[in-house]
Structures are given as C-alpha cells and as structure tokens.
C-alpha cells in the first residue's frame, strides 16, 4: 500500500510511468501514485516511492553480498533538498556491542544503506587493523544505517546545479531482513525554510516533538554517526528542554581508559561529559545546561555528554532535563568509525543510543 499520490490526469499519471489508485478533483483525476522498485532505477517525480525488490515481501537476493541501488534526479532545477521519509525499514542490524566483538561493534558488515549526491561522493568506511595504516576508516558526508528505522526519516542537500543528483545504495550480506519503503520528497530552493535546513540530516517541526539514534528500534548504537538533529524554532519560543526516554550512549573514551560506565566517572574524574572525557560515542546539545541561564553557580558548563546519563553537569547518576537556548536548536550525534568505544566494562549492558523528547519554551527572545 502507499499513503501519497499526486493528483493527475489519467492521461498524464500514464505518460509519467504511475499508477492511479482512486480519483481525485471531485473525479477529473486520478491519484498518481509513482514507485520503484529494481536496481538501478531512477526517480525523477516528486513523492516517490522507493522499494524493495519483492515488495511487500522480504527480498532475498540469489547471491550475497548484492548492491541494490536507486538514482533520484531533481524533478525540477530549483531543488536542493530531498526528504527520505522511513515509512518501512528493515535491515539486519549492526555487530553485536559484546568484549568479542571489541573491534567492530557497531559496524553494519552486513547490511547497511549509504546516501551520496552528485558533490558529496563519500560514504562511511571502516578498516580493519592491518589496512589502518594505509587506508585509515573514514566518516562519509552522510552516515550509513542498518537495522530497524521505520518512522524516522534523513535529509540529503543538493546543490544549485539542475543535474545534481543523489544516490542510495543497499549493500545485502543476508537473505532475511531486507524489506524497505522510502517516500523520496523533494523541496525546493525557493522554499523558505530550505536554507535554514542545511546540513541537518533530521529536521523536526513542532513545539514538542522525540529524537532517536538511528537504529534505536534495534537495540545497538551505529558507528560511523557525525550528524545533526536540528529543531525549527517555533514562533514566540526561545529555549528548548530535552528530557531522557532512555539513553546509553556507552564510554566515551577507548577501552583501555577507565570510561564513564563505572561508578567513578572517565579516568576517575567525577562526570561523563567534555570534550576531553567524552571523545568517542558522544551528543553534542550547544548552550546546554540546568536552567536557561546555564548551571547555577560558578559549575562549568558542557556541550558533550557521553555515558549512561543524561545530566547537565555529567554526573549525578541520575537523568535530568536539559535545557538550552543557543539557537538554532540542535543536537549532534558522533560515534567512533571503527568501533564503539566502553564494551568491556559494559557488556552486559550495551549502549543502544538515545530517545529523547523535546519541549520548547515560550518567553521574550
């Protein structure tokens, strides 16, 4: 089934390459409904979907690993946005966050789905130790996912050039777990809130809304994640409070420093926050702190949080709200590239990522 079409003549949703499914304009329309499916295929209509081979079943490819990709061009030269909307993702999830798989926790090894555009060609990569050296792992200019994403969603920027275009690419290692169902939206540069989108790979709308880690459904954090939530300010709201549904974000440093899983902090020092402690598999809130005015005091401030907590000041051991009014409002995500980082103190509880929800506060800006 789809939930959107674009509203044609029947003459016209035909000469398009859609389908109608019922009427529309008191019936001298059709409900135009686009969709692709085989490799390689192209999208080039607004409010495409993009899905799996075998679709509504699982695809299972004749040979692994296969590469299942799909090209979506501008639907007209004034594009430079381009909204993935996750109405099904399934994939198989990343590897598992165990002291045995220290060296590759987190990696999509067997399925994953990378994003590049016509001026942003690099993807995630990792290396193994022998090739570090001479072909170090690398963060791409989008992150690449796996596992179970239904309901989120990413954004892609295009440039002014009318033949930009953007790419996706599912890499399947398994026969099982391969179901998707993308709605490709494409926004105009003309749109007055395309600009002030750029470089966020999530965009919420709403004066309350929640954040996710990607694969956060799965139960296992990504490596590879260098990306930005962003949060439309809403008229009249100055501050924005974002309070823990869950969150385990794992150490922050390697695991051969003592990391902020343990009871006493990173290396000791009473807090799972700052840049020096928290290096690794961390979020980034700007302007964060216990108040809108910062911590009360003279308390540091932090910007990184890492650990099992939530908390402003990076400790106590307790998950409080945080508050900001640094605008525009966003949040950060960072995870190692190769590896997420405090598995051996904490594998009996691997770090998941986060769900957050976010309220924003009315006052006089």
């Not at 501008?74 to 109405?87: A, G, P, T, V």
């Not at 999509?108 to 050296?133: E, G, K």
């Not at 001479?134 to 002014?160: E, K, M, R, V």
């Not at 390697?254 to 343990?262: F, I, L, R, S």
Request: net charge negative; with cysteine; hydrophobic share 30%.
């Amino acid at each position: 089934t789809y939930s959107n079409g674009t509203c044609y003549t029947a003459g016209e949703c035909s000469s398009k390459g859609g389908s109608s499914q019922g009427n529309c304009a008191a019936g001298f329309g059709v409900c135009c409904i686009f969709s692709v499916s085989a490799t390689a295929s192209s999208v080039s209509e607004n409010c495409t979907y993009i899905v799996n081979p075998s679709y509504p079943s699982n695809y299972a490819p004749t040979s692994t690993p296969t590469t299942v990709s799909y090209t979506i061009n501008k639907c007209s030269n004034d594009i430079c946005r381009i909204r993935l909307d996750y109405d099904t993702f399934v994939l198989d999830g990343p590897v598992t966050t165990i002291v045995a798989n220290i060296a590759s926790s987190g990696q999509c090894s067997t399925d994953r789905l990378t994003m590049t555009t016509t001026d942003r060609t690099s993807v995630p990569a990792t290396a193994p130790a022998a090739s570090a050296a001479t072909a170090p792992a690398t963060y791409g200019q989008y992150p690449y996912i796996c596992g179970t994403n239904t309901g989120y969603h990413s954004y892609l920027d295009l440039s002014c050039t009318a033949t930009d275009s953007a790419t996706l690419s599912f890499v399947i290692g398994g026969a099982t777990n391969n179901q998707w169902k993308i709605k490709v939206t494409q926004y105009s540069c003309n749109d007055p809130g395309v600009a002030s989108q750029q470089g966020c790979f999530q965009y919420h709308e709403g004066i309350t809304g929640t954040i996710q880690s990607y694969n956060f459904a799965g139960g296992n954090q990504l490596v590879g994640q260098n990306y930005k939530n962003c949060i439309r300010q809403e008229e009249g709201y100055c501050c924005i409070q974002y309070n823990v549904i869950s969150y385990d974000m794992g150490g922050g440093l390697a695991d051969t420093v003592a990391d902020c899983v343990t009871a006493g902090g990173i290396g000791g020092a009473n807090r799972c926050s700052g840049a020096a402690l928290c290096s690794m598999d961390f979020i980034i809130i700007p302007g964060a702190g216990q108040t809108p005015s910062g911590n009360p005091g003279s308390q540091e401030t932090y910007e990184r949080f890492c650990g099992l907590n939530l908390n402003a000041l990076g400790f106590p051991n307790t998950n409080q709200p945080i508050i900001s009014c640094e605008c525009p409002f966003e949040l950060s995500h960072i995870t190692g590239i190769e590896a997420l980082s405090g598995i051996a103190a904490n594998s009996a509880d691997p770090p998941v990522g986060f769900s957050l929800s976010y309220s924003q506060i009315a006052g006089g800006c």
